[in-house]
């Protein structure tokens, strides 16, 4: 079965920052593969996904994503956080339509 | 565009009883829709999947008669909670597949449950 893993519980850094959120993946086929961000008393919003092609993906609200198939990884940055970017971030991997999701990482932003 | 509500945003309820959760894509038809459960500081467990018109799919472990899942029209989704208990209590979330689109679903913002 599918699962994804989030080393990180909790990230904290300095607005202006850049960030990475990692992500690890089990999987036997090509995985797909998605970022999401949740905000307090908003529905999860779609980052970026990865279903094939470019290794290298680009996203919503200058975050980008690297896939990287020897490492089973799919990392998130961001080379300029801002003060809105503080959230819970998802990874989530899908099969048959159906998603499943790491544990979250919270990301705290600092003045 | 693609906005999916959820009714009500949150409840307190009793022990023993039942409550109801509404799922809508208010502006888009979505012939799937999935319900999820989330545990504070927790992913997100996908418990079933819906589908406009036929009976749902219920993730393995999760009980069929205690999580009713009515999907009655291509924009309504409705999760019951019966005979709730408070381990039943958590923030449920849905989301809601337009047709024929693949992955791409849209979340609604959550309910958070408490029973006493």
């Known amino acids: 079965a599918q699962s994804v893993t989030q080393p990180d519980i909790h990230i904290t850094v300095s607005e202006g920052a850049s960030l990475e959120l990692r992500c690890n993946y089990s999987y036997g086929a090509t995985p797909y593969l998605f970022w999401y961000v949740q905000s307090p008393g908003q529905g999860l919003q779609l980052l970026l996904k990865y279903f094939s092609g470019d290794t290298l993906v680009q996203g919503i609200k200058g975050f980008e994503a690297e896939f990287k198939r020897s490492q089973s990884s799919f990392n998130l940055r961001k080379p300029s956080v801002h003060w809105s970017d503080a959230a819970e971030y998802f990874c989530a991997v899908g099969k048959d339509y159906k998603l499943s999701f790491g544990a979250g990482t919270t990301v705290t932003v600092r003045a | 565009g693609a906005v999916v509500s959820q009714h009500p945003s949150w409840v307190i309820c009793k022990s023993g009883t039942s409550v109801k959760i509404e799922c809508r894509s208010l502006?888009?038809?979505?012939?799937?829709m999935f319900w999820y459960r989330q545990f504070p500081k927790q992913s997100l467990m996908l418990m079933a999947t819906?589908?406009?018109?036929?009976?749902?799919?219920?993730e393995q472990g999760v009980e069929k008669d205690k999580f009713l899942i009515n999907h009655a029209s291509l924009t309504l989704s409705t999760l019951t909670v019966t005979s709730a208990h408070p381990e039943d209590s958590s923030f449920y979330i849905c989301s809601a597949r337009p047709s024929g689109r693949g992955y791409e679903q849209y979340f609604g913002p959550g309910t958070r449950l408490t029973v006493t």
């Open positions: 502006d888009f038809q979505a012939t799937t």
């Open positions: 819906s589908n406009e018109g036929s009976k749902a799919t219920y």
